[in-house]
């Protein structure tokens, strides 16, 4: 008798914890960023000459780890990306980056099938393969900043869910042209995203 009340405690148990959500959480999205270009006036005050930053759409993944119900760590990927960079208009070069971002998020309802949440996080952006002016000009020194996210999932199951997802990040950068700084670029890009989610 003590040996059948054991099983069905232990069986209990046993489907208890196989009903509980998994604390992981992958993401897949196509993002498109969208920079700000800002930038002080390459040559000083009174010039007129800017530079900007083309836009493009990029995969993303991202891994989630639901700490409670409600609070979640997200690493956000994506691999280097190239630009374009234009001076007043013509291309100047262009140039690599890779912006990796940590956010703490807060979902509002994580049992419902329609659950939004928002983030706030950090930034971080570190350039490669300058070849702005064949060379000569890059973007200086890795870029740490806010990140702020808000967003959406709507689940078809206990497994898979549609995501949308806007962030808002913090980008920015000296620009040396031959040794000498010469404009700071701020490209604060927004990310809209839309992709697909599993829940292990």
Do not use: C
């Amino acid at each position: 008798m003590k040996k059948a009340i054991l099983a069905v405690i232990l069986g209990g148990l046993a489907v208890n914890a196989m009903a509980q959500e998994s604390p992981w959480l992958v993401r897949a999205r196509a993002v498109h960023i969208n920079p700000a270009d800002k930038s002080d006036p390459v040559g000083g005050v009174g010039a007129s000459d800017r530079l900007s930053i083309s836009g493009k759409t990029i995969p993303e993944v991202d891994i989630s780890y639901f700490v409670t119900p409600n609070i979640a760590a997200e690493l956000v990927l994506t691999y280097p990306q190239k630009h374009d960079v234009y001076l007043d208009g013509q291309s100047i070069g262009t140039f690599q980056h890779l912006p990796p971002s940590l956010m703490a998020q807060y979902h509002f309802t994580p049992s419902s099938q329609f659950s939004p949440y928002v983030g706030l996080g950090v930034n971080w952006t570190t350039f490669s393969n300058n070849q702005i002016l064949n060379g000569a000009g890059s973007l200086e020194h890795d870029s740490f900043g806010l990140a702020l996210q808000a967003g959406v999932d709507y689940k078809f199951d206990k497994n898979w869910s549609l995501n949308l997802d806007i962030k808002k990040v913090q980008i920015r950068s000296d620009v040396m042209v031959a040794g000498a700084k010469v404009s700071k670029v701020k490209v604060d890009p927004v990310l809209l995203g839309v992709g697909v989610g599993y829940r292990f």
